[in-house]
């Protein structure tokens, strides 16, 4: 479903903005013939898993040096779907953003009614990971000054939740079958070394799979 620029409205200002710039879902397309069973609750670091209070610290610890503002010399969109036991969870908007610092913007998207945060013009101190989410819709955005791809295993660490050849959050296996689709490929990888290459639609699988398994990306 494409869905172009999110408009926001800043409630102080009383203007729309574009703050996410871009952005759009996974494809509608997929695969249904990967079968698991159901994933058990772990006792800790079960989905969802909201957007951590210190995203600057663990940019850094990701490697990553924020800046104070989007860089876009190297632009680049990969989309992220995780499922649990065929439900989808959200990715959420403002991964890799200091939400706080003055120099972000922040509205609400009207298709989800969830915030959105971007629109940056100059930060007076570095606010914004080169790798983010502007909303919840997926979209992993690299923005560098520098054509430097970024993996999937760092925006994990930006996120705040464990990804490993064993694990996703608090689900592990043998308890959880995990599986992982690059564009509706089964991939059997380290998913942390996945480049986030643009328009690669990345689906992360834990327990039964849903109806269909993103195969496309259809982002703009």
């Known amino acids: ?20 710039g871009c952005g759009s879902s ?4 997929g695969s249904s013939k990967y079968a698991a069973s159901a994933a058990p609750a772990p006792a800790n670091g079960a989905a969802p898993w909201p957007a ?39 990715v959420p908007a403002g991964i890799g953003i200091n939400i706080h610092d003055p120099g972000v913007q922040s ?8 915030k959105t ?10 606010c914004i990971s080169p790798l983010h989410t502007h909303d919840t819709t997926g979209v992993l955005h690299t923005e560098s000054a520098t054509p430097t791809p970024n993996r999937l295993g ?6 705040g939740v464990r990804l490993d050849k064993s694990c996703v959050g ?10 992982i689709f690059l564009d509706g490929k089964r991939y ?8 986030l290459a643009n328009h690669l639609e990345i689906a992360i699988v834990i327990g039964s799979p849903p109806s269909t398994i993103p195969d496309f990306s259809t982002l703009v």
């Open 188 to 195: 059997n990888g380290d998913p942390r070394s996945i480049g």
């Open 170 to 179: 608090g689900y592990c296996r043998p308890q959880a079958p995990i599986a």
């Open 117 to 126: 945060y971007g629109g940056i013009r100059l930060c007076a101190k570095p």
């Open 52 to 90: 951590p209070p210190n995203p600057l610290a663990l940019a850094r610890q990701a490697g990553l040096q924020p800046e104070r503002r989007e860089q876009l010399a190297y632009h680049v969109h990969a989309h992220l779907d995780v499922f649990v036991n065929g439900k989808p969870v959200t």
């Open 107 to 114: 509205g609400t998207d009207p298709a989800t009614d969830t």
């Open 154 to 159: 760092e925006f994990f660490i930006e996120w």
């Open 1 to 20: 479903m494409k869905r172009g620029l999110v408009l926001i409205t800043v409630a102080s200002a009383g203007v729309l903005l574009a703050v996410a």
């Open 26 to 29: 996974g494809g509608s397309k």
